[in-house]
């Protein structure tokens, strides 16, 4: 068998595993859209913080917050994580992580940030679907307590950090 | 010469170029992680600067991404 076919014969192999899995994922991603888990964002929502302005205290988001089913995006959250007024959503830290944490009162209302805190860059095309069902639920949560609550986004300066090995 | 001696002279060589590169190249990813990160906060800085962003209401842009769907 020549090496040209050899090698050609591997890279459909390769394909013949990858597409279907892309497939798998969109129907997956277009499923969970249509059952409203998630929305349509535009740009790269991972590397924005949100701003919640809402009427609801820290105490009622964070029991609403327990009360969500965030099993269709493998998270787990942390209640006044590490003693701050935050939760803290872990799915995998080697991963990806996000914070919720309350930033005082703003005209009136209280204010609320929400950033995925880190993530590894070369699992992201696995990891925004997962990213965007717990942003939703998020909002889905604020919107239930206060349906006047607004937000404001806000591109985040990231610092990627490599591993030696 | 010995047959021990002759191949640490040409292996260990090798090997100290081997990992020395792997770590030059490590490094190299690094300084460029760095020079990227730099350039794209400071566009983010300007574009905060010249478009602050806008309070919105949750529950409007929920029901424009209901219409779109």
């Known amino acids: ?165 | 010469m010995d047959n021990v001696t002759l191949v640490l002279i040409i292996a260990v060589p090798i090997i100290a170029i081997s990992v020395g590169g792997f770590f030059l190249r490590r490094l190299m990813m690094r300084g460029i992680d760095a020079g990227m990160d730099a350039v794209r906060n400071e566009k983010i800085r300007k574009q905060e600067a010249e478009n602050p962003p806008k309070q919105q209401s949750l529950a409007e842009r929920y029901a424009q991404n209901e219409k779109k769907e």
């Open chain 1, 1 to 165: 068998m020549s090496p040209i076919l050899v090698f050609l014969l591997l890279i459909g192999v390769v394909l013949a595993i990858s597409i279907p899995i892309g497939i798998s994922r969109g129907k997956k991603m277009r499923e969970e859209m249509e059952k409203g888990n998630m929305i349509r964002r535009e740009g790269s929502f991972w590397d924005e913080e949100t701003f919640f302005y809402t009427k609801a205290t820290y105490d009622e988001v964070k029991n609403k917050i327990k009360e969500v089913d965030f099993s269709n995006c493998k998270v787990s959250t942390e209640i006044d994580f590490e003693g701050c007024q935050a939760v803290f959503f872990c799915p995998n830290p080697k991963y990806w992580t996000a914070v919720l944490e309350y930033a005082g009162e703003s005209n009136g209302k209280h204010l609320f940030k929400y950033y995925v805190y880190s993530y590894n860059q070369n699992k992201l095309g696995l990891l925004f679907g997962d990213m965007n069902i717990c942003l939703t639920s998020v909002e889905k949560a604020f919107l239930s307590l206060d349906g006047e609550t607004t937000t404001e986004t806000h591109q985040l300066q990231r610092k990627t950090k490599r591993s030696w090995f």
